[in-house]
């Protein structure tokens, strides 16, 4: 299967800063997401993005198809954008998840 | 979560019982699927449904059973529980996106 590969592992950040969050897979593929996984464990879908760029609110995500990587971009951190943010690739049916950044925003 | 239930939220089972996880959605989607989260891993795909009276091997299939004689109804069973099927699992469907339910977290002793 695809391997996927996120970093940093963890991110601690002011509130107010900026960030950026990577996805490296190891195939080509035709389906990328993000997720967020809030502190209570709740899982939202950010972006379907398997390639160009996308923009929501302060959140933006841009896929390289070509070069088999994704970043997601947060500007502005605020503490509710703490948890797990996760990217997943590959068939709909067989998406593959990534380990995950930790992010926490301070107050 | 976007209809999507999960029962029981929490469940301890000794090793060897048997139990099943009940994901109920009311959006009328025709995939369903179960996943399991680990600490420090992201989702891991167990098995999926396309649709009523279908379903499908996922990533880490073993130890495990699913059905979906309803269509809004997708479950999933342990029939010999063992402490590596300690984990938080998750049902999703799948619409224009994937909508997760809350998770049920289960641990086996």
């Known amino acids: 299967g695809i391997q996927v590969e996120q970093s940093p592992p963890d991110l601690i950040l002011q509130e107010g800063a900026n960030s950026t969050l990577r996805c490296n897979f190891s195939d080509s593929v035709n389906n990328l997401q993000w997720f967020h996984q809030n502190p209570w464990g709740q899982l939202i879908n950010l972006f379907y993005i398997p390639s160009g760029t996308k923009q929501n609110g302060r959140l933006s995500a841009t896929t390289v198809a070509t070069e088999r990587y994704s970043l997601l971009y947060i500007s502005s951190s605020q503490t509710t954008d703490s948890g797990v943010y996760f990217c997943?690739?590959?068939?709909?049916?067989?998406?593959?998840f990534g380990a995950g950044t930790r992010l926490t925003v301070k107050p | 979560n976007a209809g999507v239930t999960q029962t029981p939220k929490f469940r301890v089972l000794k090793t060897g019982q048997s139990m099943t996880l009940l994901c109920a959605q009311d959006m009328n989607h025709e995939y369903m699927y179960w996943y399991r989260q680990d600490p420090g891993m992201g989702l891991r795909l167990i098995h999926y449904s396309v649709g009523e009276g279908t379903t499908a091997k996922g990533e880490v299939p073993d130890g495990y059973n699913v059905s979906r004689l309803k269509k809004q109804n997708f479950l999933l069973g342990l029939e010999s529980a063992a402490p590596s099927q300690t984990s938080v699992y998750f049902c999703a469907i799948r619409g224009d996106t994937q909508y997760f339910g809350p998770g049920t977290r289960l641990t086996v002793l």
């Open positions: 997943a690739v590959g068939p709909i049916n067989d998406m593959r």
